[in-house]
């Protein structure tokens, strides 16, 4: 149900921000009986569904068969070539996707009878809110927060859609570049600069951290470092962007590498992922007695509830300082906890720890737990073990390399972390977040039989050996 203008003053539930923490909340609590108003100025979705998660992800399966050409043609003897990129036809049908969600989504919302209100929301209390067009509406049960977030810029260099992109609009520039200069090396920029390779163009990625992916174990950097070298992108870790210019037909910019050399890069775009900040402008907080913290995101008082200091209100999604992931589907999961909350239905804390991440470069790194040296910190003593995927059958067949890491608790104890790099990594992870949330031990995985051939072997195999039943590892 999509209204502008309504004259109901009160409902359960003001869900503030119609993107995946949002939404979820919304038709949670609407399938517990809850009256439900969602207040979302753009699209529901959010970010995920309309410049992140969706749209990233159809360009790089598109990716995914550009390179299966080449692989094809250099490794299997099938004489394929690629004649060109439909560039307008792989926009149709990446927009296609994402439309046909988006309406998918908003059926789910009108059928569960969410009152969607288009408008900006603004609090006016600790129970209430006004919708720019609509009025304002009083909550009997309580608010939810989920405004989400938006990407983060260099001083003094301003997005164009053009020559400087944010992973919001990087999608949507004109055209195919033949070159692009890739400023961060998280997930996003990684994935950033796997599409374009794939693509054709020449890609240079720069990330002040001493390696790639930096909050992942330092294997998987390792392995995926190499991995995207392979591929020809020049990866530059502990260096800086110095002097950034914007010229008329791109970027220029000198790096300064690790050792302290400098060169200059130009390209024809330069795409900044640096991470992404809260958005809370114009939700005038101050009216409900809460303010966010010196990063702009606003902490629950109640992790177990999120709950912020004011009874009755809560936050989801990228508002959330860490532990929380900033992930779609970290996201989901808070908002089933809220809705459940707020209905007095009782509900798991979410387990952060236990939620997989997932970065769909080639090749793919998927993980789940702590890392190798974050247990160590911990206090944990620890064993490890590491198998390269090109030890099954199947890791041949592919012949990309990668690798399996588990981390585990010394003496045959609780599994701590899984770390994944490879092919199709992020659909075999599933099988790992479940070992670590429910605190299995090596003994208690190595009784399941995993499908050979397959890439889910290597994660067999590795627990196998920890259980000293181990067949391929050596």
């Not at 009986?33 to 309309?50: F, M, N, P, Q, S």
Request: with cysteine; net charge negative; glycine share 12%.
């Amino acid at each position: 149900m999509d209204i502008t203008k309504t004259s109901e003053a009160t409902c359960d539930v003001i869900v503030i921000g119609g993107g995946t923490g949002g939404y979820s909340a919304a038709l949670r609590a609407a399938a517990l009986g809850l009256d439900v108003v969602l207040a979302e100025r753009d699209k529901v979705g959010g970010t995920c569904l309309h410049r992140g998660c969706i749209p990233s992800k159809a360009m790089l399966h598109a990716a995914e068969l550009v390179d299966g050409i080449a692989e094809a043609r250099e490794r299997w003897g099938v004489k394929a070539t690629l004649e060109e990129v439909d560039w307008p036809a792989l926009v149709a049908t990446r927009d296609d996707i994402v439309h046909r969600n988006h309406k998918g989504v908003e059926a789910h919302l009108a059928h569960a009878g969410v009152r969607v209100v288009r408008g900006s929301a603004r609090l006016t209390g600790v129970r209430g809110a006004h919708i720019e067009g609509a009025g304002d509406f009083i909550a009997r049960r309580g608010i939810v927060l989920a405004t989400g977030s938006r990407p983060r810029t260099l001083p003094g260099l301003t997005p164009d859609g053009r020559r400087v992109v944010t992973s919001d609009d990087a999608l949507f520039a004109p055209g195919l570049p033949k070159s692009v200069l890739v400023l961060g090396g998280g997930a996003i920029g990684v994935e950033y600069a796997s599409f374009h390779r794939s693509m054709g163009a020449d890609v240079t990625l720069v990330e002040a951290a001493d390696r790639l992916v930096p909050l992942e174990d330092a294997e998987v950097s390792r392995h995926l470092t190499r991995g995207l070298k392979k591929r020809g992108i020049n990866v530059q870790v502990g260096a800086r962007l110095l002097d950034p210019e914007v010229l008329d037909d791109g970027v220029r910019a000198r790096v300064r590498a690790a050792r302290g050399e400098i060169r200059v890069v130009e390209a024809e775009r330069l795409l900044v992922a640096v991470g992404r900040t809260p958005v809370t402008d114009g939700l005038e907080l101050v009216a409900a007695g809460l303010r966010t913290d010196e990063r702009g995101f606003l902490a629950p008082a109640d992790w177990d509830r999120l709950e912020t200091a004011v009874p009755g209100i809560h936050v989801v999604g990228d508002l959330l300082p860490p532990p929380s992931l900033g992930l779609a589907h970290a996201s989901f999961a808070e908002g089933l906890l809220v809705a459940e909350t707020l209905a007095g239905v009782p509900s798991a804390p979410v387990d952060y720890a236990a939620v997989p991440r997932v970065t769909y470069s080639s090749p793919q790194t998927a993980a789940v737990g702590l890392s190798e040296a974050e247990a160590r910190a911990r206090g944990h003593e620890v064993d490890v073990n590491t198998m390269p995927l090109t030890a099954v059958a199947k890791g041949m067949v592919h012949g990309r390399g990668g690798m399996v890491k588990v981390v585990t608790e010394a003496d045959g104890g609780r599994v701590l972390g899984v770390h994944l790099v490879g092919p199709n990594v992020s659909e075999m992870i599933a099988e790992s977040q479940l070992i670590v949330g429910w605190d299995a031990e090596p003994s208690d995985v190595a009784r399941h039989v995993h499908p050979h051939p397959t890439l889910s072997e290597a994660v067999g195999e590795t627990f196998l050996t920890f259980a000293g039943r181990g067949l391929h590892q050596q």
